[in-house]
Every structure is written in C-alpha cells, then in structure tokens.
C-alpha cells in the first residue's frame, strides 16, 4: 500500500480476492445455517473498541469476514432463505453496484453526471413498459420514474405528493393540519404509519378500513363509508393506499374499486405493490398491476424483493410529476447551473427527500440486460411453480392447513393442533438452521409465512425444508389429540 491509498495494482488484486469471497461464499452457503445463530453483543464483542492506529493490509479485512462477519449474517441469499420476502441479489446486480460504487458519481442534479441520470429514467421506462404500467408514466409522458431507496421512502414522497395536490400547495409553507385523513387497509404495510409520523399529519389521521377475512383485501363499501363519513365531518381524505401484494399474506386490494372512490372525492390513489408487482414481468401476471394503468397516481415496486437487483433499488412513479416538483423542488443558490435554469433537463434530487443519490440505476440496467425479460419471467415463474407445489404438500397432509390462498411465491399455513405447534415447529426449523421462514397473525391465528423467490432455490430446497418441517411437526404433534379437519 501506498501511504493510506491503494495503488491500481494493489486495487486489482484485492478486488479479485473480494470477487473470488463472494463467489465462494455463494458456493458454501447450502452449508451454513439459514439463520444467523448469534446472541446480542457477540459480534461487537469480536471487534476492538477503537480503530487501528496505523493502517492494516486489506486482507485482515478478509480474513475478518469469515470470523466476525459470516457468524452474524443471516444469509439471505441462502437457497432455503423463505422468511419475510426475499431480497434476493444476482451476480450481475453485485457487478452493477460495484461499478455504481467505482464511478462514485452523485447524481442529485443532470449536471452532476448526466449519465446517472438519463440512464435512470430509461431503465425506469423500460420496467415500467415491462410491468404493462401506461405511457404516462414514463419519462416522455406527463409522469415518469425515479430509483428510490425503499418502498417506505417512495410511499413517504407519494403522502408529499397527495399533501402538495389536497392543499393546492398550501402544505409547502403552512404545513399540514390536523383534519387531514388517510386511508388503508387494516394489513397495509407498516411504512405508511412511518410516513404519516414524519409527514407531521400524525398517527391519527390514519384510518385503517377493514378487511374481507376470506381475501384479506380491503373492503372498498367500508372505505367508501369511511371517506364519505368523513367529508360530512367536515375533514379532508388526501390520500388512499391500495396493496398489491399485502406484506402478511399477499392479497390484492380492488385498485379499480378504490379507484373509483378516490376519483369521486379527490384522494391520491397510491398503489404499493412492494413485492409483488414485478411479477407482472410475466403476461400470466399482469393482475399483479390490474388497475394500476387506469386508477393509480403513484406506484410502487421493488426490483430488490423478487427481481434479482441487490438491495436498494425501489422502483418509484407518478402519473404526474407536476404534483411531485410543486411538492419538494428547491434549487438553493449553490445548486443553480446553466442545464437546470435551461428547463431542459431533470433533476432527480427533486424526486425524493434526500439530496444527494448514487448510480441505482446501474444494478438494475445489468439486470434487465443480462437477464432479459424472459430470464426475468424464467425467474417469476420458477418461484411461483415451486410455491404452489409447497402449497399442495400442506393441502395434502391433514396435520396443516393453508390459512389463505398462495399468492404467487407467497405460502400461508399453519398446524391445525394450534399457534403454540404452530410457533414451535417454526422456531425449531429456524433454529436448526436448515431453512428459515417467519411468521404472521391472521384473523388472530399465529401462521408461517413461506416466501420462495431467491436466485438459488430449487425444487430439492423445497423438498428438503418441507421434510424438516413435516418431521417437526411429528415432534411437535407426538401425543395430541388428531386434528379436526
Ligand atoms: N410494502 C410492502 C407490501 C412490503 O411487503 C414491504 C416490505 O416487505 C414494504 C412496503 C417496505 O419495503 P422497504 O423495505 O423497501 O421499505
């Protein structure tokens, strides 16, 4: 090493080590326990409580991640990894986030690095024609994309959004006030109670609408009752979720059906279909987005759950930027250059609530590229067909029961003994570190969630994880009364 840099040469060959770990690591993971085993504090215990001195070879660094890292990571790209949803990576995704990391470009405005830019907004534009959502959405459209960090920040942006439009602006310098309302379904996703803290509209101007026990989808007659009560009271509905792909169980809200009633009393209809909405990538899959087209403002997907692009890469867009740019444009006097006064170029730090952004794009482009659209349904439909013949095992043995129907890679179940047999054959199957799955409560049952969508499953995984759970459940189930069918 020279003084604190490394040489290009230097550069060179510790990078080959780093790729040659990854692929190896990739390699071995069929060997490592899903789940990272570790207690609180173990890690942290492992590493010295100040920063060396002098400088230390890159490759004490290495040698570190087999002893101190690995223990403590629980490996998501695990082929047994079930839990959540996946967050599945690919080998071109880690090569397009190197080469994002060894550009070090910032692209918060065009003129920063045109290239971020551009490439960002056709990458968007060809997810976006492959996800069937309309030309409106795209860069020579009213709309267009953006690459956010995670569907939390671009459900966050979308409430800026419908605040901006609800208040004719007013929001930008007044702020907001309490009869402001919200709506989403009681099992949408955790992040829009993160957005609506943070937007300063509070925890109460939330309303969650009911679900129908039967699909978990949003009641659309109590939303629109609720909306409708509301006005009479005189207090302003801004904004609206519809879930397309709920985080629980998987279920598909009736975006049409909202539609309607967002139109009728002016909310936002902002769609989040996290997880699920890649899979209209496939044709078979295209209800995966129904009524995105027609109905939604705002939508959101992410390439990092089930479309093989390392996390962060959250695909983000809006039917209309003028809504986003009234809402959060600023261009203080040190940002002021001749591209953005000339109106002829955009400006992506106007598109979420940071500044500054890195090169996203780039993990995404190597994805689309070296993968295709056909790798990319080749992708879906593997993790569709492997969820449904794990689902047909439960159906088959009368110790389990599915709680709701799977949804694409998605597998909802439980033991018909109870929540504590439940919860102890999934606590053991991830204990013993041969798969991991977790859990969720539906209509007040405890049930495990199977999530298939890693780059590396198979059939043989499945398989394998099924056996551990049936044998588990012979444990677990040993001297109980037999199930009621
Ligand atoms: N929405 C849904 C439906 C989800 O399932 C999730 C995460 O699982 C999120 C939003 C939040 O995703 P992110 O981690 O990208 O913020």
């Known amino acids: 090493m020279s003084g604190a840099?490394?040489?290009?040469?230097?550069?060179?060959?510790?990078?080959?080590?780093?790729?040659?770990?990854?692929?190896?690591?990739?390699?071995?993971?069929?060997?490592?326990?899903?789940?990272?085993?570790?207690?609180?504090?173990?890690?942290?215990?492992?590493?010295?409580?100040?920063?060396?001195?002098?400088?230390?070879?890159?490759?004490?660094?290495?040698?570190?991640?087999?002893?101190?890292?690995?223990?403590?990571?629980?490996?998501?790209?695990?082929?047994?990894?079930?839990?959540?949803?996946?967050?599945?990576?690919?080998?071109?995704?880690?090569?397009?986030?190197?080469?994002?990391?060894?550009?070090?470009a910032q692209g918060m405005l065009w003129a920063t690095?045109?290239?971020?830019?551009?490439?960002?907004?056709?990458?968007?534009?060809?997810?976006?024609?492959?996800?069937?959502?309309?030309?409106?959405?795209?860069?020579?459209?009213?709309?267009?994309?953006?690459?956010?960090?995670?569907?939390?920040?671009?459900?966050?942006?979308?409430?800026?959004?419908?605040?901006?439009?609800?208040?004719?602006?007013?929001?930008?310098?007044?702020?907001?006030?309490?009869?402001?309302?919200?709506?989403?379904?009681?099992?949408?996703?955790?992040?829009?109670?993160?957005?609506?803290?943070?937007?300063?509209?509070?925890?109460?101007?939330?309303?969650?609408?009911?679900?129908?026990?039967?699909?978990?989808?949003?009641?659309?007659?109590?939303?629109?009752?609720?909306?409708?009560?509301?006005?009479?009271?005189?207090?302003?509905?801004?904004?609206?979720?519809a879930a397309a792909g709920t985080t629980s169980t998987g279920a598909f809200d009736d975006v049409a059906a909202i539609g309607a009633v967002a139109r009728e009393h002016g909310l936002w209809l902002h769609v989040d279909a996290a997880w699920a909405g890649v899979a209209a990538v496939c044709p078979e899959h295209r209800d995966a987005t129904a009524g995105v087209p027609e109905h939604a403002d705002s939508f959101v997907t992410?390439?990092?759950?089930?479309l093989l692009t390392t996390f962060d890469c959250s695909a983000f867009w809006v039917r209309d930027r003028t809504q986003l740019l009234g809402a959060l444009s600023l261009l203080p006097e040190y940002l002021r250059n001749p591209a953005t006064d000339s109106g002829a170029v955009v400006d992506l730090r106007d598109w979420h609530p940071q500044l500054g952004r890195r090169f996203r794009a780039v993990k995404l482009w190597a994805v689309l590229r070296t993968y295709g659209i056909t790798g990319l349904q080749q992708h879906i439909r593997s993790g569709v067909e492997l969820a449904r013949r794990f689902a047909d095992r439960v159906s088959a043995d009368e110790r389990f029961e599915l709680?709701?129907?799977?949804?694409?890679?998605?597998?909802?179940?439980?033991l018909r003994a109870g929540d504590e047999a439940t919860v102890a054959v999934m606590e053991s199957l991830n204990q013993g570190g041969v798969a991991y799955l977790s859990h969720t409560r539906v209509e007040g049952l405890a049930a495990m969630r199977l999530a298939v969508g890693g780059w590396r499953t198979t059939q043989q995984d499945v398989d394998r994880t099924w056996a551990a759970i049936a044998a588990l459940a012979d444990e677990v189930t040993a001297g109980s009364p037999p199930p009621t069918p």
């Open 5 to 104: 840099h490394m040489t290009p040469e230097e550069f060179r060959q510790q990078g080959h080590a780093v790729i040659d770990w990854i692929a190896d690591y990739w390699d071995r993971l069929d060997d490592l326990p899903v789940r990272s085993q570790v207690a609180p504090g173990e890690i942290a215990a492992l590493l010295p409580d100040r920063a060396p001195q002098d400088p230390e070879p890159f490759g004490a660094l290495l040698a570190d991640l087999d002893q101190v890292v690995l223990p403590g990571i629980t490996h998501w790209q695990h082929p047994r990894f079930f839990a959540y949803f996946p967050a599945n990576s690919s080998p071109a995704a880690v090569l397009g986030d190197l080469i994002s990391s060894g550009l070090g």
């Open 113 to 241: 690095s045109p290239a971020l830019t551009e490439v960002e907004q056709v990458v968007l534009d060809w997810l976006a024609r492959a996800l069937g959502l309309p030309e409106e959405f795209c860069s020579s459209g009213p709309g267009g994309g953006v690459i956010q960090d995670t569907a939390s920040t671009a459900t966050f942006t979308a409430l800026i959004c419908a605040l901006h439009r609800a208040t004719g602006g007013r929001v930008r310098a007044e702020g907001v006030t309490s009869d402001l309302r919200v709506y989403a379904s009681s099992q949408a996703h955790s992040s829009l109670d993160k957005a609506v803290i943070m937007s300063g509209l509070g925890e109460q101007s939330l309303r969650f609408v009911p679900v129908d026990p039967r699909t978990q989808a949003m009641d659309v007659a109590a939303l629109r009752e609720a909306v409708e009560s509301d006005v009479a009271a005189g207090l302003r509905p801004v904004l609206v979720q």
């Open 302 to 306: 992410n390439p990092h759950k089930w």
């Open 403 to 414: 709680v709701t129907e799977p949804v694409l890679g998605l597998v909802v179940f439980r």
